[in-house]
């Protein structure tokens, strides 16, 4: 499959400005590995798949080289960047640590709205872990939105503070640790482990348990970071670092 094939299902709202569509769109097909480590991305072949000229492609680009997804190569080409250990390491320090002050500062001001929220959250998840397959698998457009509704549950807790401008930033910073738990999963009963780990932070913030939401959330964000050796192993040519 050539990456003119990979965008062909892609399609632009021409009432938004192109440049950040096409990053957005390049963004999710990098992280979800769609695009994988080593592709090589021609600027005049994203303009015919786009439909655009150049310019909002090169745009694009260069911010994806800011995030580290890509290297651009001046007059020569652009390629979708290995995954950076040390930059997964920094993202997933960076979110541990907001996230252990979120849910232990939720835990002590719990209210029945934001326990709605929460449960709204894991009843999503709950629902698509009836798609999964005789082996506990969540596979093709079910596990994709099962990763957006694990989004929508820790963003449940930026918002509940007003922090959403910190999980840009987390969002931001998450690309090649999004991409290291696409080589992680899926995995037989990962997604039921998920949700279990996320009632057992919503069931700690209810009864106001600010230690207990804390260890929850530690075991819950540990689990991909404590893999690396063996995603080296099996991945050595889309790692790095």
Known sequence: MTVLDTLAPLRLDR??????????????????????????????ELAEGFGLSQ??????????????????????????????????RHAHFLRQS??????????????????????????AQRALLG??????????????DFIEADRAFHQVLYSALGMDDLWALVRRESGHID??????????GKAASVVAQHEAIAE????????????????HLSGTLGQIDDIRQRHPDAVTG
């Open 15 to 44: 009432s938004r400005h192109a440049a950040p569509q096409v990053f957005e769109q390049l963004r999710a097909l990098i992280v979800s590995m769609e695009l994988a480590p080593g592709t090589v991305l021609v600027r005049s």
């Open 55 to 88: 310019t909002p492609i090169r745009d694009a680009l260069m911010r994806l080289g800011e995030e580290g997804l890509v290297q651009i190569f001046a007059q020569h080409a652009t390629v979708v960047s290995r995954i950076d250990l040390t930059a997964a």
């Open 98 to 123: 907001l996230e252990l002050e979120l849910v232990g500062t939720l835990a002590t001001q719990a209210d029945a709205g934001l326990l709605a929220r929460l449960h709204s959250a894991l009843a």
């Open 131 to 144: 798609l999964q397959d005789a082996q506990g698998l969540l596979t093709g457009p079910a596990y994709a």
């Open 179 to 188: 991409r290291l738990r696409r080589l992680h999963l899926p995995v037989p």
């Open 204 to 219: 700690a913030i209810a009864r106001h348990d600010p230690d207990g939401a804390r260890a929850a959330l530690r075991e």
